[in-house]
């Protein structure tokens, strides 16, 4: 009661309009009206007071416009205004007012445009928040995301490097271990050797498996489909598990539809990968029974068929609760399974990212004590091409007898190679570059053809399409496996452009070299326990420095001579086109050299060396090339081939 | 009729004039790489690193579109994209509308582009940090529209959908070309539109335009800012038309 009439009171002195128009004026935020051209016609208080001007120094003579800086205004015209104009309103938009001492004040303005009785836009209303303290915020957290993004990235790549890197060392690792097992050693050494390799090939698979994933998580891995006979490809998967099995006595059975297509196009390298993972788990978490695999296939659709692979064991089984776990990376489902039976944690998430490029799944079921099913269904195109000769994964067999094609440059590669390949008593031809592979591809029926890419006179690509473009028929469909040392991002593309069926990485791991030329072998062989692996191989592909170079030495003098010759001819003629490549300042041609020679550096370990070639490769992408810096480098570079070529010819003397 | 969008904005900003002429035309809008509901994929840092990029994209959807004496209308830095197009392929082109062309942003001599070297430097570093609260903070208005309905939620979100890292770039090619060399090259029938108010592109540069490009023809509009086409609609349609028909008759 006495509130109205306190109210009444005020109202009839008019202090409450009055107190309205305070609002307005005296308001935390600015407010102001404008013409549509900008021009001020009404502004409170508050705005005035922020920007130190008068209201007479504003009405009907300013405009807002006036107010921005030049950056701003172009905004104001390009932006603000034309949109203002399609949808009657904007909000939120930043801008900087120039105060009239001159600074400027950071603002938020939201505007409405008001029409007149005929719909034209009649004039606009503003308000205006002043945004200091908010814009050093933003850049204070703009500042924080860029870091922390740039740091993830780092990360990112320095897996990924460090991991490419580690690669190479412990392969030497391994093709050492492998070379002492022929050494006559002691039981008790033999039994350490084991445990050696067994180690080393863990570490390998670790590695590897951080490089996929790494690769993965930086979307610079792409699905490359081909048409692939689908039995073929999962027999030989569990072809390569038959050993395993029969040493722990598991039997391994398979069941294929036979509405199961033949020829599908499928990226038959990713799909072996997943069915390897799941198959090595199996076989690796069961102690008694068997392995089933089943292909089967749902309600097929025209064009496209989904097929269900499913891997199924009778062995330790998954705990529910820890059934979502095991798909994320490096986790496990129990910490104990580390112990017990090794691995990396990272098989199964690495399976599910490569599923996820086919929109698939995997999916999990499971009785703890009684067994584990995995499944996953892959929506595949049906290929019309008539089958082709037997692929990458193709047909399990042997390598004896495999015809093969060698075409690589690098003398110290095909040294490697050729102590394999005559080992596992192939018979292969050896072609120095890609025009000579051609001729000898036309020439010959291989089984397969083994394809460096970077070589001179002709790289594998061109090489590649010149084979699949020769008119006979045959030959022109022979398998062709690229050799290659770097995963860049965009190599793949142009591989299945030039018609290269698969992709062996650089360097090598023998078994895997093995099973590849004996999924291309004439004769499928039934698994045997015990017979089934690839034979120990001679010689490794093992990068050596002086020191551990003498115990080889002592081994095998005659092989080793070999190698050091063919070594010491290769670095005379690098250091020759190096030089001449840094005189002439042609860096492509330089960096070719550098990554011609990157494998026997590796080999000698001759670090200090690569550096100063990386070093000099950096020099010479500089604008402008310093002369001094050059000639620095190039004297660095001749000594220090010198150097190892001098130590080289030193174990080359008779009698040492 | 092929309507080219300027430097920040897409093909909405012609939806008040386009419905003057549909009876009368084959009416293209097209949004540039980067902008509207384009294919951010699709932009190429070395293609569009110049004007002449855009001006392939002109003629590219002219031939798709198999399309014949064509007007091509184009605002602010689309006028100049639009005389690389008609210098390029004149036999493609009937006429040239240019609304608040500039050649040349920059004063250089006698020339008055109406910015200095120095203002452009910091009006690119100023969109660079504007470009982030525009897009971060303004993206999400998806409100209605009660005046004009079918301007709502799409368009709102849709204009300031331009990729920020184009934009950038395109801002750039922009405001840095000169292309006071490329006018006199020009063959085909052309009308300038000036706003008599336009802090971009002053009056004196439409003069400018005008006397560079021959036979040209200039109007001048009643009108404040750099957009006529949306601040002064009827004018900015009559004065077309008034070009359109008259070279009718005089054919």
């Not at chain 2, 903070?137 to 005046?147: E, H, L, Q, S, T």
């Given at each position: 009661m006495e509130n109205k009439e306190h109210i009444t009171r005020l109202a009839r002195q008019g202090l409450l309009e009055e107190r309205i128009e305070d609002l307005y004026d005296q308001a935390p935020c600015g407010y102001f009206s404008t013409l549509p051209d900008g021009t001020f016609i009404k502004t409170n208080g508050t705005f005035l007071k922020w920007l130190g001007y008068d209201a007479s120094q504003l009405l009907f003579v300013r405009r807002l416009q006036d107010l921005l800086p030049v950056g701003d205004s172009i905004f104001y015209e390009t932006h603000y205004h034309p949109l203002l104009l399609m949808q009657g309103f904007i909000s939120e938009v930043n801008l900087s007012l120039r105060h009239q001492a001159g600074k400027t004040i950071p603002v938020l303005v939201n505007t409405r445009l008001v029409k007149d009785a005929d719909g034209r836009p009649a004039l606009l209303r503003t308000t205006v928040f002043d945004i200091t303290d908010r814009k050093k915020y933003e850049l204070e957290l703009l500042r924080a995301r860029k870091k922390a993004e740039e740091g993830a990235r780092v990360k990112a790549e320095f897996l990924a490097t460090v991991s490419h890197e580690i690669r190479t060392p412990i392969n030497a690792i391994v093709g050492i271990a492998h070379l002492l097992r022929d050494t006559g050693l002691s039981p008790r050494q033999a039994e350490l050797l084991s445990v050696l390799e067994v180690s080393t090939e863990t570490l390998l698979r670790l590695v590897n498996n951080i490089l996929d994933f790494s690769k993965i998580e930086a979307g610079r891995v792409s699905l490359q489909e081909e048409s692939t006979n689908i039995r073929n490809l999962v027999g030989s998967v569990l072809h390569g598990f038959g050993a395993k099995a029969a040493e722990k006595g598991l039997s391994i059975r398979l069941k294929i539809d036979e509405r199961v297509p033949e020829q599908v196009y499928v990226d038959s390298l990713k799909l072996v990968q997943v069915l390897n993972n799941l198959l090595s788990n199996a076989v690796k978490f069961t102690e008694q029974g068997h392995v089933a695999v089943r292909v089967a296939l749902q309600e097929q659709t025209p064009g496209t068929v989904p097929v269900v692979f499913e891997v199924a064991d009778t062995g330790i089984g998954i705990a529910p609760d820890k059934r979502g776990l095991i798909f994320e990376e490096f986790a496990q489902a129990s910490a104990g399974i580390d112990r017990a039976y090794g691995g990396t944690g990272l098989g199964l998430a690495i399976s599910q990212r490569l599923l996820g490029m086919y929109g698939s799944e995997l999916k999990v079921e499971s009785e703890p004590g009684t067994g584990s099913s995995f499944s996953f269904t892959l929506s595949l195109k049906i290929s019309e091409e008539a089958p082709r000769a037997a692929r990458q994964a193709g047909r399990a067999g042997a390598a004896r007898g495999v015809r093969l094609l060698l075409v690589e440059d690098n003398k110290i590669n095909v040294y490697v190679l050729s102590q394999y390949l005559a080992n596992w008593g192939v018979a292969f031809d050896v072609a120095g570059n890609g025009q000579e592979g051609v001729e000898k591809a036309g020439r010959e029926a291989y089984d397969l053809i083994l394809m460096d890419l970077q070589m001179p006179v002709m790289d594998g690509y061109e090489a590649a399409r010149r084979i699949r473009n020769m008119r006979e028929g045959k030959r022109s469909k022979v398998p062709i496996i690229a050799l290659t040392a770097s995963a860049q991002p965009d190599y793949e593309g142009k591989l299945t452009a030039s018609g290269i069926n698969g992709v062996l990485a650089k360097p090598f791991n023998p078994e895997e070299l093995y099973r590849l030329i004996a999924s291309y072998g004439p004769v499928p062989a039934l698994p045997i326990a015990g017979q089934a692996a690839a034979p120990h191989p001679q010689r490794p592909d093992a990068p050596f420095d002086l020191s551990t170079f003498d115990d080889l030495m002592a081994d095998d003098p005659e092989g080793m001579r070999d190698l050091i010759s063919v070594t010491v001819k290769a670095l005379r003629q690098a250091c020759a086109e190096l030089t001449k490549a840094l005189r002439e300042r042609n860096r492509q041609l330089f960096t070719r050299w550098v990554q011609h020679t990157e494998t026997s550096l590796e080999l000698l370990q001759a670090k200090q060396l690569y550096a100063t070639l990386e070093q000099a490769m950096a020099l010479l992408s500089t604008v402008p090339v310093d002369p001094e810096q050059l000639e620095l480098a190039e004297h660095l570079i001749g000594t220090q081939f010198r150097v190892i070529l001098q130590g080289l010819a030193e174990r080359l003397k008779p009698g040492e | 009729m092929v309507f080219a969008h300027g430097y920040g904005?897409?093909?909405?900003?012609w939806r008040f004039i386009t419905p003057a002429f549909e009876e009368d035309y084959k009416v293209v809008v097209f949004d540039y790489v980067?902008?509207?509901?384009?294919?951010?994929?699709?932009?190429r840092k070395d293609k569009y690193g110049q004007l002449q990029g855009y001006a392939a994209d002109i003629l590219e959807i002219c031939h798709a579109l198999n399309l014949k004496d064509v007007v091509l209308v184009g605002h602010s830095v689309s006028a100049m994209i639009g005389v690389l197009a008609v210098i390029a392929e004149p036999g493609l082109f009937q006429r040239l509308v240019m609304v608040s062309p500039s050649p040349c942003y920059i004063s250089q001599g006698d020339y008055v582009g109406g910015f200095s070297e120095r203002d452009i430097d910091g009006m690119l570093q100023s969109l660079e940090s504007n470009y982030l609260g525009w897009t971060s903070?303004?993206?999400?208005?998806?409100?209605?529209?009660?005046?004009r309905p079918e301007l709502g939620e799409e368009l709102a979100s849709s204009f300031c959908r331009a990729d920020p890292e184009i934009a950038r770039q395109f801002a750039r090619v922009t405001f840095l070309s000169d292309n006071r060399a490329d006018l006199p090259r020009v063959r085909t029938r052309t009308l300038i539109l000036q706003c008599t108010h336009d802090a971009i592109a002053p009056p004196a540069v439409g003069q400018y335009v005008h006397q560079a490009v021959a036979g040209s023809e200039l109007a001048l509009l009643r009108a404040s800012g750099h957009c006529p086409h949306m601040s002064e609609p009827e004018q900015t349609i009559a004065a077309i038309k008034g070009f359109l028909g008259q070279g009718a008759s005089g054919e």
């Open positions: - | 904005c897409d093909q909405n900003m980067g902008a509207g509901k384009s294919d951010a994929r699709a932009y903070v303004a993206a999400p208005v998806i409100m209605g529209n009660p005046d």
